[in-house]
């Protein structure tokens, strides 16, 4: 008999436990406190695997444990609240590693009556997890074993009954790709981390979830008009300029020697529009799109060779926009494709840049393709086309030969050997097999100095950003818990969080300001950075989407949000304190795994060492040890090793169960 909870607001109160080796499932209470000290998402995420991951384990073997996760607003009402998460030892970097998605995923989880799935141990056997109805089971996938992740779901979803919401990985997950994610809804990705590794190493092909229960709000009225406040700045949307002209706002941003603070209500307007694909060119110009495989710039890529990617170039293949779950801004869509596979997902800006720009390549329909290429077998495009990139100045290096890739050649902006070479990785064929784990595994392999050219921060390739235009970028690159993450924070991103205008004591932006500041570092930069960790956690433990948070603090009331859900009455501050405590314990998760953190800071190319001599970054080097310290200053940890201290870890009330001890 299952024991019903009292009722609980906002979260369900309990997590499912799945042990694959024994194929024993029970459910486990989680204490209100723990919600109380961590919320629920990335934060629950954390306790749980802190608690049970032990030191020194194997990320593919059986002690390594894989949460899924939704977020305490998902399903109450709230705004952009879709998001779930995967988490677990990453394979790729030996750190924490979770991975984060939208679509219809993240509610499915709560109304089956949990806030996270957590899975223990090796199956004997390719299984899938079916929950329905307050019963849960482990059923054989050895039919599903070997096919994509698209068509396993599509099976998947007839076979249990119509309804369900499915997590699944393609072919790149089985055969243990460390580039490899977990996908839902037809091909989106929880891409980085390398996360699918993990769930093949475990033989689990997928979860599948198919609930019914509700999800209690404390003041139902009062999250309506909160969400009613919200959504009106998102339904404000001005004319913009056509997509063959944005390009040119980048050209401005970068020959100007000052700099306007960036309100995120202007990105909203260009993200309803277009998507994330709104920033193609527009990056490239102004220096924050990384070129050539971050040695080159816009220079190399000029707007005649971009103009293929432009907004507007790649909104004309999309034949209809989706929204993820609550989300009312709708910047995804399908898009038609030519050839095998008719459709695909339009490509984000990360994928369009990696496979494009990175790689040379203004061949927009071979993007498409391969975005669904990879898609279906289950690989981070990211990293793909940072391993891709790689690979190419490899090649003209002379580090790889035409007889080592297997008669391809790998020059800049060969579409057509991109291609092959993509299908070599999934299928880890020859040159395929070396790169199908990133590109810092496939320097080892390769030998001669290829480390020199591999550019990722602990293993994970490096996002579309360059910390050379903003270093923010750089500084979270290195100090996250999960390192080369480019959805915490930035210069850019402490601008439109606008968490002053909410959040007592924080560093005010001047509407202007002399670009060459961004580069000084000082307490007041460690500050924001700090700031935007804490905050991003507390989005992440909520279920809420970045691209919401952007809007600012006062538009996404996320902390009245998480007051009417739960009933609690905390402040904003006591809710950027659970931040911190979260980035702790993620931050003690790495050293009980006896990770190095000095290791994760990306190479001296990235860091502008030598700094460029032409394009928008020429000049610019980031002295990134210093904002280091300073980051790791506002937290209390040791400022050269980055270790938490027993004061700091005391002060956050974190006892001795959430640190295995």
Not at 4 to 31: A, F, W
Not at 62 to 73: A, I, Q, R
Not at 487 to 501: N, P
Request: charged fraction near 25%; hydrophobic fraction near 40%; proline fraction near 4%.
């Amino acid at each position: 008999m299952i024991e019903e909870l009292p009722v609980k607001y906002g979260y369900m109160g309990k997590i499912l436990m799945v042990d694959l080796s024994g194929g024993v499932i029970r459910e486990e209470i989680i204490p209100d406190e723990v919600y109380e000290k961590y919320l629920s998402g990335i934060g629950l995420a954390a306790y749980v695997l802190y608690r049970d991951i032990p030191a020194g384990a194997d990320p593919l073997g059986p002690e390594n444990v894989l949460g899924f996760v939704s977020g305490l607003l998902t399903g109450t009402g709230s705004l952009f609240s879709g998001r779930w998460m995967v988490a677990g030892k990453s394979p790729l970097t030996g750190t924490w590693g979770d991975a984060n998605c939208g679509g219809s995923f993240s509610p499915a989880i709560k109304r089956c009556g949990y806030d996270g799935i957590f899975f223990t141990g090796i199956s004997e056997k390719p299984v899938y997890l079916f929950v329905k109805n307050g019963r849960a089971e482990l059923r054989d996938a050895s039919h599903l074993w070997g096919r994509d992740a698209v068509e396993s779901e599509e099976m998947l979803i007839a076979e249990t009954g119509g309804d369900s919401r499915v997590a699944v990985i393609g072919p790149a997950g089985e055969k243990l790709s460390l580039i490899s994610g977990v996908c839902n809804d037809r091909g989106r990705l929880a891409a980085r981390s390398g996360l699918g590794a993990v769930m093949g190493s475990k033989r689990l092909k997928a979860v599948v979830l198919d609930g019914r229960k509700r999800i209690d709000v404390h003041n139902r009225t009062g999250m309506k008009r909160l969400s009613q406040m919200c959504n009106r700045w998102v339904q404000f949307q001005p004319p913009f300029l056509p997509g063959s002209l944005v390009a040119y706002v980048g050209t401005l941003m970068r020959v100007l020697p000052t700099q306007m603070a960036m309100d995120g209500l202007l990105y909203k307007i260009l993200l309803k529009k277009w998507g994330t694909g709104s920033m193609n060119q527009m990056s490239v110009e102004m220096g924050d799109a990384p070129i050539k495989n971050w040695k080159g710039s816009n220079v190399d890529w000029k707007i005649e060779r971009s103009m293929s990617v432009n907004p507007d170039a790649i909104k004309r293949y999309e034949k209809v926009k989706y929204h993820c779950y609550s989300c009312p801004l709708g910047c995804g869509g399908i898009c038609s494709l030519k050839g095998k596979y008719g459709e695909t997902h339009k490509p984000e800006y990360e994928t369009v840049l990696a496979l494009g720009g990175l790689c040379m390549n203004a061949d927009v329909e071979r993007i498409f393709h391969i975005n669904e290429m990879l898609n279906r077998a289950g690989m981070d495009t990211i990293s793909a086309g940072g391993t891709i990139a790689f690979a190419i100045e490899c090649y003209e290096a002379g580090v790889l030969t035409k007889e080592d890739t297997g008669g391809l050649e790998l020059t800049w902006g060969n579409a057509e050997a991109i291609v092959a070479l993509i299908e070599k990785m999934i299928k880890r064929e020859g040159i395929g097999d070396i790169l199908a784990d990133g590109s810092k595994v496939a320097a080892r392999r390769i030998g001669k100095d290829a480390g020199k050219l591999a550019m990722h921060a602990g293993g994970q390739e490096l996002p579309m950003h360059d910390g050379r235009n903003d270093p923010g970028f750089n500084v979270h690159y290195s100090v996250e818990a999960t390192p080369g993450r480019h959805t915490i924070g930035s210069q850019m991103y402490y601008e439109m969080f606008q968490l002053w205008k909410v959040v007592k004591g924080l560093p005010r932006v001047k509407p202007l300001y002399f670009k060459d500041r961004k580069y000084v570092a000082g307490q007041e930069k460690a500050a924001m950075a700090a700031a935007s960790s804490k905050f991003m956690n507390v989005v992440n433990g909520a279920g809420l989407c970045l691209f919401g948070s952007f809007l600012g603090a006062r538009r996404i009331p996320v902390f009245d949000w998480l007051n009417a859900a739960t009933g609690w009455r905390k402040t904003p501050e006591e809710y950027m304190a659970i931040g911190k405590r979260i980035q702790t314990l993620k931050q003690a998760f790495n050293v009980k795994q006896k990770v190095d953190l000095r290791s994760l800071r990306p190479p001296d190319r990235v860091l502008g060492r030598p700094s460029q001599t032409e394009g928008a970054n020429r000049g610019r080097t980031v002295q990134l040890e210093k904002m280091i310290e300073d980051y790791y200053g506002q937290f209390g940890w040791d400022a050269r090793t980055g270790v938490p201290t027993e004061q700091s870890m005391a002060a956050l009330g974190i006892h001795g169960g959430e640190r295995g001890v």
